[in-house]
């Protein structure tokens, strides 16, 4: 069988109308669905460029020719004369034969109907649509998904905690850039490696290593997360307390990974540690302010009854001489206790709130223990306590402030007093040593407790006493002794050997070179001058009780219950003294200071601040406002004679 006979036979079962052509035109062969279709319009050994309409033979040569010279079927239009009313339009033609120096090539033509071939290019053409469609989606999801990634790259690398990522493995496949920061690891060298050597975990209380317990965590006991503070070793070796918590990333309901969340936490363990000490410090602190509230309920209340009882003495028609005496001295006595207690309360305050000023002066110290322990001699014997002083024999001058060391001795002393039983021994020492002054009392009490030592120089501490309160204050001596030695420039410390070994207070202070010899006293000459008197006051009961004891000295005394009438009594009276409170009602003490000072015929006059304000600042105040002295209530009868004896020069 011949090749064209091969080609008749695989043409005769093609389903489309189908015929062999030359490329010059010419029929050389038509399969049975050609001459259904087309009728006599295609016969063997024909023309095809009969059957087409002339407009279109030039397109179709040029078809021809593509068929001829491709090796794939080409696809082309064949437009029909319109009497032949033919369906078929779309052919595909391929190259059977191709030339031969004794033949032109030989062509198949194979013809498709409209209809069908526009249904199947619509089918087709949706399915590329759809295929586009899903290619967009696809595209949108990927830049989605890119977008994603980024948000989370940027968020985890700029969050202030370490991320790190790692597989079922315990490998990393990604740690942020804080978490680098905190490990000592980079990124490029942390991933793919094993967890732990980049994590270096131990317990918070312990150097080994609790890296297995996060080992556990990788191979799946994290699917409920954890979360546990751990330390972190870093790879130069520092440590740091961290919060670590640990959470699986699922896929399928299962896990795919785990991510690593930890933060630094040491700053924050270190202020909840002071935290609590604080709290701890407060609690204790509230518990000795209310111990302390309830002593000084005590303390002030004590002094009354003997005050009330003196009082009522003095009433009595039938007393005595002698009795009326002793109630003066009870009643002198208790003021003077309270005054102290009010005094130490003052200091104690201003210690703390660092308002507490000293004036410097050449002190000579040996004296300055000699006169304070003499002045307590009767208190030594009444309590059958004997005081050893050990002073060296020459003078040791120091830069201080008198009288508040005289306090600081006095409160040494006194507490001393309080502790020691009778028959005991109070030693007091004094001596200079490398540049410095050291002052020590030492008793021989029950001494103290050694975790107590620390707490004996703070506000409101006291030993326990039992409900009588032997030994009274409120424990603000110590305290206040402390605050006193550090405006010094001093150091002060307790110390006690153990039980019934006493207690012994040591004191240093720099010593500085000072001169040998004592300061030159200007002799006091006194000024016994009556004097006209105008109280400013208005407290009536103060006013009146001070106007008479002035007048029982001598004195010509008037009074003003507020500023207003004081400046209009002053102006009419003249007085060579004035008397006047601070607070005031409607016009306080400094603007009626203010006033007497700019009247021409009161120049002379004497202003004595009288006030319970003792504040350096009310001191300054009371000066630039005119005052000449300031005297705090309840001023001691020899304070009132100083100033009233004072020259009016003055």
Same mark, same amino acid.
């Given at each position: 069988m011949s090749a064209f006979e091969c080609y008749q036979r695989i043409m005769a079962l093609l389903p489309e109308p189908s015929f062999i052509v030359s490329l010059s035109?010419?029929?050389?062969?038509?399969?049975?669905?050609?001459?259904?279709?087309?009728?006599?319009?295609?016969?063997?050994?024909?023309?095809?460029?009969?059957?087409?309409?002339?407009?279109?033979?030039?397109?179709?040569?040029?078809?021809?020719?593509?068929?001829?010279?491709?090796?794939?079927?080409?696809?082309?239009?064949?437009?029909?004369?319109?009497?032949?009313?033919?369906?078929?339009?779309?052919?595909?033609?391929?190259?059977?034969?191709?030339?031969?120096?004794?033949?032109?090539?030989?062509?198949?033509?194979?013809?498709?109907? /409209?209809?069908?071939?526009?249904?199947?290019?619509?089918?087709?053409?949706?399915?590329?649509?759809?295929?586009?469609?899903?290619?967009? /989606? /696809?595209?949108?999801?990927?830049?989605?998904?890119?977008?994603?990634?980024?948000?989370?790259?940027?968020?985890l690398a700029s969050i202030g905690e370490g991320v790190v990522v790692v597989d079922m493995q315990g490998r990393i496949s990604f740690i942020n850039s804080h978490a680098e920061r905190m490990c000592g690891w980079a990124q490029s060298t942390a991933v793919g490696r094993s967890v732990g050597e980049v994590l270096t975990l131990t317990a918070i209380d312990s150097d080994g290593?609790?890296?297995?317990?996060?080992?556990?965590?990788?191979?799946g006991s994290f699917e409920k997360g954890y979360e546990k503070i751990v330390k972190l070793v870093a790879k130069d070796g520092a440590r740091r307390t961290i919060e670590l918590t640990v959470n699986s990333i699922l896929h399928n309901d299962a896990p795919n990974e785990a991510v690593l969340v930890f933060r630094d936490v040491t700053q924050k363990r270190r202020l909840e540690r002071e935290l609590v000490r604080r709290t701890i410090r407060l609690e204790e602190m509230n518990h000795r302010k209310n111990k302390f509230l309830t002593m000084l309920a005590h303390e002030l209340r004590s002094p009354i009854a003997p005050i009330a009882n003196a009082v009522h003495i003095m009433k009595a028609e039938n007393r005595t001489a002698e009795q009326t005496r002793h109630a003066v001295q009870v009643v002198e006595r208790q003021i003077n206790h309270m005054q102290r207690l009010i005094d130490d309360m003052l200091d104690v305050s201003r210690v703390v709130a660092e308002k507490l000023y000293i004036v410097k002066t050449d002190v000579e110290m040996v004296s300055l223990v000699e006169t304070v322990c003499g002045d307590m001699n009767s208190q030594f014997k009444q309590r059958h306590i004997n005081c050893v002083i050990d002073l060296p024999s020459s003078p040791i001058w120091f830069a201080a402030d008198m009288e508040r060391m005289r306090q600081v001795l006095h409160n040494l002393l006194n507490n001393s007093l309080k502790f020691t039983p009778q028959g005991g021994t109070i030693t007091v020492r004094l001596f200079s040593q490398s540049s410095e002054l050291h002052l020590q009392v030492q008793d021989t009490g029950p001494g103290i407790e050694e975790d107590a030592i620390g707490t004996i120089f703070e506000p409101f501490t006291q030993a326990e006493q039992p409900l009588d309160r032997p030994s009274g204050g409120l424990g603000l001596g110590l305290s206040l002794v402390k605050g006193i030695v550090e405006l010094h420039d001093g150091q002060i410390r307790a110390t006690c050997t153990g039980p019934d070994q006493g207690l012994t207070i040591s004191i240093v202070l720099p010593l500085q070179e000072q001169s040998v010899e004592p300061p030159q006293k200007e002799e006091k000459v006194n000024h016994f001058t009556l004097q006209k008197v105008l109280i400013i006051?208005?407290?009536k009961?103060?006013?009146?009780?001070?106007?008479?004891?002035?007048?029982?000295?001598?004195?010509?005394?008037?009074?003003?219950?507020?500023?207003?009438?004081?400046?209009?009594?002053?102006?009419?009276?003249?007085?060579?003294?004035?008397?006047?409170?601070?607070?005031?009602?409607?016009?306080?003490?400094?603007?009626v200071a203010e006033r007497i000072r700019s009247q021409s015929s009161l120049k002379s006059t004497r202003l004595i601040a009288l006030s319970g304000y003792s504040g350096r600042d009310f001191r300054r105040r009371a000066k630039q406002a005119g005052f000449d002295h300031h005297l705090v209530k309840p001023a001691s009868l020899a304070e009132l004679q100083n100033v009233l004896h004072l020259p009016i020069e003055n």
């Open positions: 035109g010419r029929i050389l062969a038509l399969n049975r669905k050609t001459k259904e279709q087309l009728g006599d319009a295609l016969e063997c050994d024909g023309w095809l460029f009969d059957a087409i309409e002339e407009s279109s033979h030039q397109d179709t040569r040029t078809f021809l020719r593509h068929c001829a010279r491709s090796n794939q079927p080409v696809m082309g239009i064949m437009r029909w004369r319109v009497s032949l009313q033919v369906p078929f339009e779309v052919c595909n033609g391929g190259l059977l034969e191709p030339r031969t120096p004794a033949s032109e090539p030989i062509l198949l033509l194979r013809l498709h109907n /409209r209809t069908e071939t526009n249904s199947r290019f619509i089918a087709l053409e949706n399915q590329i649509n759809a295929l586009h469609q899903e290619i967009e /989606r /696809r595209k949108h999801i990927q830049t989605q998904l890119d977008l994603q990634k980024t948000h989370l790259k940027t968020t290593s609790d890296y297995e317990e996060v080992h556990c965590l990788m191979s006051e208005d407290d009961d103060n006013a009146e009780t001070l106007s008479e004891l002035l007048r029982l000295l001598g004195h010509e005394v008037v009074w003003a219950p507020d500023g207003v009438q004081g400046i209009e009594m002053a102006g009419k009276f003249s007085p060579t003294l004035i008397f006047c409170d601070i607070g005031l009602p409607g016009l306080d003490g400094f603007r």
